[in-house]
């Protein structure tokens, strides 16, 4: 029983997060609504109705393609250094087809690669999560990184709560060497819990290990920043590329938030740009959604080969 709450509770939780979530959405787009004479669906048909779709389009695919090889080189460059020698062709179509299993829970996606590397390679389970989990370390800190940056460049731009993230880097700076004395063995020396299989990529990493995720994750954010600030003006809303690099890493961050359709993302960019709920609720929209399902498209594309050598029996090579 208790198993049981311990895995319905936070599902829960993020539903309710969801439908807070969009019944703010639904009373700020209502309210824009109004102040024109029109409902909240008539308004955002409108909205949708005069964006160029296929201007949009082709800013959004090259994107996805390059955030996929990104990706990719990211988990191959990780499983190289912790786990087996992989090549980076051979990590495309299992990446890929894990996009699939990320529409539900980005989770399990990240399983599928563990179950892989397993079958393939005979690399634990336990090993690959740990890989799983430097990624996600580094996933904050290169945010972070960025947040710091596109806040210095353009503080004067940006809300006045986002005066906090300098103060959250020094912080997360104090986090982080803490963390490197604890998996140097520096502090706590006689700790076993930096011995478990889950934390193996931590006690092998060093510092340029990090640094090397943060530098090969950080194209795909200044890309982002070009591709996200041009297609926000097909949505007839400006905003300077060194304002959305304030902005995109703090979205990505409520973009990291399991809730179904991406709801805190775009409620995030609501927030940003309360002045136009209702461009920003379609951009929100139609940005991380599109993302999602696109991605798992080129995943389709994987899905044979991925099955052939996740279930066909084939080995290393």
């Known amino acids: 029983m208790t198993e049981s709450r311990s895995r319905v509770f936070p599902r829960l939780g993020l539903w309710l ?15 824009a609504a109004g102040r024109v004479g029109q409902d909240a669906f008539g308004y955002l048909r409108d909205v949708f109705a005069g964006v160029n779709w296929a201007a949009w389009l082709a800013l959004m695919i090259p994107y996805s393609v390059l955030f996929f090889l990104i990706d990719t080189a990211v988990v191959w460059r990780i499983i190289n250094w912790f786990n087996a020698r992989v090549r980076y062709r051979d990590l495309l179509p299992i990446r890929g087809s894990a996009y ?21 390679d005979g ?7 740990s890989s799983m989990l430097f990624i996600m370390f580094c996933e904050f800190y290169y945010l972070l990184l960025w947040a710091v940056i596109g806040y210095a ?14 103060y959250l880097a020094v912080a997360a700076a104090a986090f982080f060497v803490v963390w ?8 706590a020396p006689r700790s076993a819990v930096r011995d478990r299989p889950i934390l193996k990529a931590f006690r092998e990493a060093r510092l340029r290990h990090y640094a090397g995720i943060v530098a090969l994750r950080s194209p795909a ?3 982002a920043v070009v591709i996200y600030t041009l297609a926000l003006r097909l949505f007839g809303v400006e905003a300077g590329f060194f304002e959305m690099l304030g902005y995109l890493p703090v979205i990505f961050f409520g973009a990291a938030v399991p809730t179904p359709m991406r709801a805190a993302a ?11 709920p209702g461009e920003m609720a379609a951009f929100g929209i139609v940005q991380h959604n599109f993302f999602i399902f696109f991605n798992a498209a080129i995943g389709l594309l994987f899905l044979r080969r991925a099955n052939r050598e996740l279930f066909g029996g084939r080995g290393p090579g």
Do not use: H
């Open 266 to 276: 775009i409620t995030l960019w609501v927030t940003l740009f309360p002045e136009r």
């Open 153 to 166: 460049l353009g503080r004067d731009s940006l809300p006045d709560a986002f005066v906090l993230i300098p």
């Open 180 to 187: 490197m004395l604890y998996f140097r063995g520096v502090l």
């Open 17 to 31: 997060l969801t439908i807070a979530c969009f019944v703010y959405l639904y009373f700020r787009i209502d309210g």
């Open 123 to 129: 690399v634990p389970g336990w090993e690959v999560g």
């Open 221 to 223: 954010l200044l890309s």
């Open 100 to 120: 699939i299993i990320s529409i539900v829970n980005e989770q399990v996606g990240k399983g599928v690669m563990a179950v892989y590397l397993n079958r393939r």
